[in-house]
Every structure is written in C-alpha cells, then in structure tokens.
C-alpha cells in the first residue's frame, strides 16, 4: 500500500500528464476526485466549488469536446508557446487544488503538476508524432488512442482515490 505522500504526489504527476496531452481533462478528473473526498467548512471556496457534485459533472461535459478537436487538421500543435502555456497551468492549478484539499504543500502540487504537464506535452508530442511517421497510422487514430489512455488514467485516479 502507498504512503498518503507517494499518493499524492502520482495524483499530481498523473493529473499533471493529462493535462499536457489534453488540457480539460485534468480539471475535469481533479472536479471528480474533490467531489469524491469533500472537504471541510475551511476549505478554501474553489476547491469546495469543484468539488461540487453538479460543477464535477458540468466539468465532465466540459472536457468532451477538446477529445474531438484534436483530431481536426487545422488545429494547432500543442507545442506552440500558447499551447504549452495552457497545459502548464492546468497541470499546475489541478497539483495545487489536489494538495490544497489535503493540507499539503501547494507549492510542491503546482511543481509536480506543473512540471509534469510540460514533460508530457512533449514526450506525447514527439511520441504521437514519430509513431504516425514511423508506422503510417492515422495521426486522428493515434489522437484517439491517446484520448484513451487520458480516460483510463482518468478512472484510474477517481478508482484509486
């Protein structure tokens, strides 16, 4: 069994990568594992708005529809500066918010989430991008793909929590 403080820190990391690979689901997953684990009066109002029964759903709604504009051609690479930018401060905010709602260090959250949603804007990237070269599948297929995986890691994080 996993320490609270190893826990914490893959949920972070976790919710950090969705977050560079696509951005709306890491708030949409952070919403759910907050409504799942609500937090006292003290709370600070945010967290005890996104974990809000009705807001983790609306999030939920909210994330579908960045599933189907990957796969569209004209949209831009998630490595433009702006691109990078959005996914960093997903990551960032959601390792925040999920340390927060546990009383610990929200700097380390924002750090590891942060971080982690850098590392896997890229590494998805280039991956994404070697295998359709490499292996001549479809770059929407292999978008699917990877919305697949953001969903398991997803029910994963909500199951383990």
Known sequence: MLSSNTKD?????IIGGMAGSRTSSAPAVT????????TK?????????????????????MAIPELII???PTVGDRITPMGVACRMVSGTLCGALLYRSRNQD????????GLAALV??????????KLAEKTQIPDALLGTAEDAIVVAG?????NSA
């Open 9 to 13: 820190f893959l949920q972070a990391a």
């Open 31 to 38: 919403s759910i594992l907050l409504s799942k684990n609500p």
């Open 41 to 61: 009066a003290f709370a600070p109002k945010l967290i005890r708005f996104l974990g809000n029964q009705s807001v983790s759903q609306v999030m939920q709604l």
């Open 70 to 72: 990957d796969k569209v």
């Open 106 to 113: 929200v700097v380390k959250g924002m750090l590891i989430g």
């Open 120 to 129: 896997s804007t890229y590494a998805l990237f280039y991956t994404r991008k």
């Open 154 to 158: 997803g029910k994963w994080l909500v």
